[in-house]
T-cell receptor, first 112, second 112 residues
Framework: GNSVTQMEGPVTLSEEAFLTINCTYT??????LFWYVQYPGEGLQLLLK?????DKGSNKGFEATYRKETTSFHLEKGSVQVSDSAVYFC???????????FGTGTRLLVSP | NAGVTQTPKFQVLKTGQSMTLQCAQD?????MYWYRQDPGMGLRLIYY???????DKGEVPNGYNVSRLNKREFSLRLESAAPSQTSVYFC???????????FGPGTRLLVL
């Protein structure tokens, strides 16, 4: 079945450091790919998405590129802030279905 | 717009007790979902409702029932709570066209 694999956390960075959180997927067809973010004590909210190969999703300085050849959707940010501390979830949506399949989440901790 | 609301925020149950988690959305979305979030497991889909009047099982439906009361409301019932159901429960809604799911703030459930 379809699945999403994320790097284990926590990821601990100093403010202004470069961030990469790895995400790879297994799926049939061409699923849409998402990054969701969960701030402490809150529900998940969409950070960015990409719907086809080579698409780049971007929002709030975060970027991720849909790489079909490596089945990856890695999240990057050039300079993280303390306010970026959260749990980040990679997810895919099956073509033709409304259900999302989530990775296990990666906790990011940014210190001043 | 309140978005997706959930009640209660926190609940403690004894093994064998029953309860209903309530969810409502004011975005006129057709689809609604219930997830549970456990450490190291990410989010797992319990049940979903593609449209008013329909419900389907997700990945982990055992021990739960749902009711799509109308387009706005989607409730999750635990008939006989077990300690394994200790978790954080999230409700979400979406519109097929945009693919984005919008999440409520969650209900933290502890079963003793």
């Amino acid at each position: 079945g379809n699945s999403v694999t994320q790097m284990e956390g926590p990821v601990t960075l100093s403010e202004e450091a470069f961030l990469t959180i790895n995400c790879t997927y297994t799926a049939t067809g061409y699923p849409s790919l998402f990054w969701y973010v969960q701030y402490p004590g809150e529900g998940l909210q969409l950070l960015l998405k990409a719907t086809k190969a080579d698409d780049k999703g971007s929002n709030k300085g975060f970027e991720a590129t849909y790489r079909k050849e490596t089945t990856s959707f890695h999240l990057e940010k050039g300079s993280v802030q303390v306010s970026d501390s959260a749990v980040y979830f990679c997810a895919l949506r099956d073509t033709g279905f409304q259900k999302l399949v989530f990775g296990t989440g990666t906790r990011l901790l940014v210190s001043p | 717009n309140a978005g997706v609301t959930q009640t209660p925020k926190f609940q403690v149950l004894k093994t064998g007790q029953s309860m209903t988690l309530q969810c409502a959305q004011d975005m006129n979305h057709n689809s609604m979902y219930w997830y549970r979030q456990d450490p190291g497991m990410g989010l797992r889909l319990i049940y979903y409702s593609a449209s008013e009047g329909t419900t389907d099982k997700g990945e982990v439906p055992n021990g739960y029932n749902v009711s799509r009361l109308n387009k706005r409301e989607f409730s999750l019932r635990l008939e006989s709570a077990a300690p394994s159901q200790t978790s954080v429960y999230f409700c979400a809604s979406s519109e097929v066209r945009t693919e984005t799911q919008y999440f409520g703030p969650g209900t933290r459930l502890l079963v003793l």
